[in-house]
């Protein structure tokens, strides 16, 4: 299995709504991350784990709360979103020693705030 | 910091022609990876080639091709034979080597149109 799964594809929600996204890879990759992309923009690093412990924590608003609850799972849980932070939202893995191989990056969560 | 800059919005490219485009980056490390990303409409960031600093030599992938110029800090993607499913945003990416999962620094992206 060499894919990245993210669900749902599409979701919207409420500014007053709790959603979680959810993404999974069984590729053996102890390194996970979500991106935050803007329509034309690159991606923006917003968390990084490895070793499901977070490692890196890009100054994200408390209203993005991720977690990694094994090696193959990550989730980003969501509360009180602006419409600011509609935008897709990529999940990525890769080795961690290894990450000059590349990332693997799912197909994304295109996010509505409304 | 590291910085990457991609200073060709969009290009475009007549099918079976050759297209570069073009990256550059700064950074005051040695050792580092870059990378070429595609991004179609479908939305899933795919990899099409990497290079890793130290190698001097450039990295191929079938009809994908990098020049890499280490001490001008350049790093183009040369596309031969370009077909219709080239066509994509590409952006070029800068990793450090890391021990506790590496952050990837992109840059603003390429937009490619291949006509038929």
């Known amino acids: 299995d060499t894919e990245v799964t993210q669900t749902p594809k599409h979701l919207v929600m409420g500014m007053t709504n709790k959603k979680s996204l959810k993404c999974e ?6 390194a996970m991350y979500w991106y935050k992309q803007k329509a034309k923009k690159p991606p923006e690093l917003m968390f990084v784990y490895s070793y499901e412990k977070l490692s890196i924590n890009e100054s994200v ?13 990550l989730n980003l849980h969501l509360h009180a979103l602006q419409p600011e932070d509609s935008a897709l939202y990529l999940c990525a893995s890769s080795q961690v020693t290894g990450a000059g191989y590349g990332y693997t990056f799912g197909s994304g969560t295109r996010l509505t705030v409304v | 910091a590291q910085t990457v800059t991609q200073s060709q919005p969009e290009m475009s490219v007549q099918e079976a022609e050759t297209v ?10 040695s050792d580092y990876y870059l990378f070429w990303y595609k991004q179609p409409p479908s939305r899933q960031m795919i990899l099409v080639i990497r290079q890793e600093a130290y190698k001097q030599q450039n990295a191929t992938e079938n009809r ?3 020049n890499f110029q280490k001490a001008a800090k350049s790093f183009s993607l040369k596309i031969s034979d370009s077909q219709l499913g080239d066509a994509a945003m590409y952006f070029c990416a800068y990793s450090l080597k890391e021990t ?5 620094t992109f840059g603003e992206g390429t937009q ?4 038929p």
């Open chain 1, 25 to 30: 890879q069984h590729m053996g990759h102890r």
């Open chain 2, 112 to 115: 490619l149109t291949v006509n």
């Open chain 2, 20 to 29: 570069t485009l073009s990256c550059t980056y700064d950074t005051s490390e």
């Open chain 2, 100 to 104: 506790s999962g590496s952050r990837l």
């Open chain 1, 61 to 73: 608003p408390s209203r993005f709360s991720p977690e990694c609850p094994n090696s193959s799972l």
């Open chain 2, 64 to 66: 994908f091709s990098v």
